[in-house]
Nanobody, 128 residues
Framework: VQLVESGGGLVQPGGSLRLSCAGT????????VGWYRQAPGEKRERVSC?????????SYADSVKGRFTISSDKALNTVYLQMDSLKPDDTAVYYC?????????????????????WGKGTLVTVSS
């Protein structure tokens, strides 16, 4: 299993970015994919999750609800994170991660669940 993130960069407050997570070696039909972020000196935070095994579930951290949208393209085995109305507090390295045999509904219930496979991350900087 491999995950490669792309789409990070520098954006002004209020702007938008779309992150991509291209996966190989697994199927989105059976694996949940999450977006996580970690700012310098801060704990890693789960931002969003998407899974199909439970009938298509998406979830979001309260800090990004209404601003971020997760989606997937199964033909490309790619998951996207559309980030709108970006704030300086969104500055972080963003990672995508995946685990098989589990849904986002269950991941949300498990405190500090650690996904099985991780990408290397992409840096998002929100600054004027």
């Amino acid at each position: 299993v491999q995950l490669v993130e792309s789409g990070g960069g520098l954006v002004q407050p209020g702007g938008s970015l779309r992150l991509s997570c291209a996966g190989t070696g697994f199927s989105l039909d059976y694996y949940a994919v999450g977006w996580y972020r970690q700012a310098p000196g801060e704990k890693r935070e789960r931002v969003s999750c998407i899974s199909s095994s439970d009938g298509a579930t998406t979830s979001y951290a309260d800090s990004v609800k209404g601003r971020f949208t997760i989606s997937s393209d199964k033909a490309l085995n790619t998951v996207y994170l559309q980030m709108d109305s970006l704030k300086p507090d969104d500055t972080a390295v963003y990672y995508c991660a995946t685990s098989g045999g589990i849904s986002c509904k269950v991941i949300e219930l498990l405190t500090d669940y650690n996904m099985d496979f991780w990408g290397k991350g992409t840096l998002v900087t929100v600054s004027s």
